[in-house]
């Protein structure tokens, strides 16, 4: 409130406001109340305003002085997860392995974002994410498998305390790893005093790598009767 005294007997005080400012602001023009206007103050615009009160008395005579407003920061402004970022992690990684961490950005300055979530996307069954630091990892190893899941997708919200994000969509790639063929048992079975002949295409073996192909056959144990040749070479 905005206080002037005119000592002449009779005169009376009005009050009014000037300055950059004065659009922000209402003053009482016989109270010196001095409320806000119907523009709003945006700590993140501006922090502070200064404010001329302008006192005209009867006599035409004035008097002005200036004040400073301090506008307070409130926790109006939802977090905002940066777009189109993107992580990769080899195939296989074992569980609790560290992804990323994704980045996230809030109007109303420094924030500790408190709710990590994954809310979808197709690895949302792949990765778990750490509610208060938001860092990514691996929960299932099994199904991160470059032959199968080549790019998977998370769709995240994070949250102030307050207010929560729209949720936005960050793509994991699927590093290729060199796997190991694999093979299993299998059984061949012939006449005796009869040679047993049998080619590459009866063992059951496959490289879950689907771009290479089988290179090479080795033995590892010799049969304990008759000879076991390579093209009639033993």
Do not use: C, M
């Not at 997708?153 to 793509?171: K, R």
């Amino acid at each position: 409130t905005a206080f002037a005294d005119d000592p002449d007997a009779g005169d009376d005080v009005e009050y009014s406001l000037a300055g950059a400012s004065a659009g922000f602001f209402n003053v009482g023009s016989t109270t010196g109340i001095v409320t806000t206007s119907a523009t709003p103050l945006d700590y993140e615009s501006r922090t502070t305003h200064t404010l001329r009160v302008i006192a005209t008395s009867d006599d035409s005579s004035t008097s002005q002085r200036d004040f400073t407003v301090s506008v307070l920061n409130q926790n109006d402004i939802a977090p905002v997860i940066a777009s189109a970022q993107s992580f990769s992690i080899d195939e296989n990684s074992p569980n609790g392995s560290v992804v990323g961490t994704p980045g996230a950005s809030d109007g109303d300055g420094p924030t500790v974002f408190r709710t990590w979530t994954i809310t979808g996307g197709t690895g949302a069954a792949i990765f778990g994410i750490d509610g208060p630091s938001g860092q990514i990892t691996v929960t299932d190893q099994a199904a991160l498998d470059f032959e199968a899941t080549l790019n998977p997708t998370l769709t995240l919200t994070t949250s102030d305390g307050l207010n929560t994000s729209d949720p936005e969509t960050i793509t994991i790639t699927v590093n290729d790893v060199n796997e190991a063929p694999l093979g299993s048992d299998a059984t061949s079975t012939g006449l005796e005093n009869t040679d047993l002949v049998f080619d590459s295409n009866e063992f059951i073996l496959n490289d879950p790598d689907l771009a290479n192909s089988l290179l090479g056959i080795e033995v590892r144990t010799l049969p304990s009767v008759g000879s076991l040749l390579l093209n009639g070479t033993a």
